[in-house]
C-alpha cells in the first residue's frame, strides 16, 4: 500500500458519501479525516456502514452542520460523536492530526478584527433577560471562537491542520488559519468550505490543499476522486 495512501482527507460531501465510501474500498487508507458540511437527513453512522468496519473516520464539522438543532444531532450525537478533532489533537496512523471545525462570524470573530467577546459566558451576560433565557443561537455557538483559538496555538503540537476554513492562500481564506498552523507545528492543512481542489502553502514553509465538494485526496494533496 502507499503509505501516503493511508490517511485519506474528504472534502464537504453535501448529502453525498459515495466517494469516501469508494476511496476507502479502493485504496485501504487506516483513516479517513472528513472536513466538514455534511447536510445529514440521518445520523452519520447510517452514511457510513459500507465502511464502518474498514477504516476509522475522524470528523470536524462546518457551517451547515450547525444549520438547526437537527443536523446539529445528527452528527454530534451520532455514533462518531467521540471522533470529532476539533480543539484537539489526536495521533492518528502515526501522524498528529489537530482540527478547527466551524467558520468565522462577524458576531463573534471575523480575524483580522479582535473577536467581540471573552468567551460564551461573556456573551450571555451582555445580551438581554430574553435572549439569555433563549440561549445563545446553536450558530454562533459553534462558531470559531479566539479564545479557544488562542488556547489551541498555546497548548496543541501536531504534524497535520485541519481546518473548515480556508488558510490565507484562498481568495477567501484567513490569515489567521496560517498563524494557527505555525503555532502548533504542523507542516501542512487540508481544508474544505470553498469546494476547491488545489495545493499551495503558506509561510513559505506550511503546505496547504483544499480539498473539493465531494472529493478526496491523501496526505500528499493528491486527487485520488475528483469533487463535484
Not at 479525516?33 to 447536510?39: C, E, N, P, T
Not at 501536531?158 to 480556508?166: N, R, S, Y
Request: aromatic share 12%; glycine share 8%.
Amino acid at each position: 500500500m502507499n503509505s501516503f495512501n493511508r490517511i485519506l482527507f474528504a472534502g464537504d460531501p453535501h448529502g453525498c458519501f459515495d466517494s469516501i465510501i469508494q476511496a476507502v474500498q479502493q485504496y485501504q487508507p487506516e483513516a479517513v479525516v472528513m472536513l466538514g458540511d455534511y447536510s445529514l437527513e440521518h445520523s452519520l453512522e447510517e452514511y457510513l456502514k459500507p465502511i464502518a468496519s474498514l477504516t476509522q473516520i475522524w470528523w470536524i464539522y462546518g457551517n451547515h452542520d450547525v444549520a438547526t438543532e437537527h443536523d446539529y444531532s445528527f452528527l454530534f450525537e451520532s455514533a462518531y460523536k467521540d471522533f470529532s478533532l476539533h480543539l484537539k489533537v489526536s495521533e492518528i496512523a502515526g501522524l498528529r492530526i489537530a482540527g478547527l471545525g466551524g467558520i468565522f462570524m462577524a458576531k463573534n470573530w471575523y480575524p483580522p478584527a479582535l473577536g467581540r467577546w471573552e468567551d460564551q459566558q461573556h456573551w450571555l451576560r451582555m445580551q438581554s433577560g430574553h435572549v439569555r433565557r433563549l440561549g445563545m443561537p446553536i450558530k454562533l455557538r459553534h462558531s470559531i471562537w479566539q479564545h479557544e483559538f488562542n488556547y489551541m496555538c498555546a497548548n496543541i503540537k501536531a504534524d497535520i491542520l485541519v481546518t473548515h476554513e480556508a488558510p490565507s492562500c484562498h481568495r477567501y481564506g484567513f490569515s489567521a488559519i496560517d498563524e494557527l498552523a505555525n503555532a502548533i507545528g504542523a507542516k501542512h492543512i487540508f481544508h474544505g468550505h470553498q469546494h476547491e481542489y488545489y495545493n499551495n502553502s503558506v509561510l513559505a514553509h506550511i503546505a496547504v490543499t483544499g480539498v473539493a465538494k465531494g472529493g478526496v485526496v491523501n496526505l500528499q494533496g493528491v486527487e485520488l476522486f475528483k469533487g463535484a
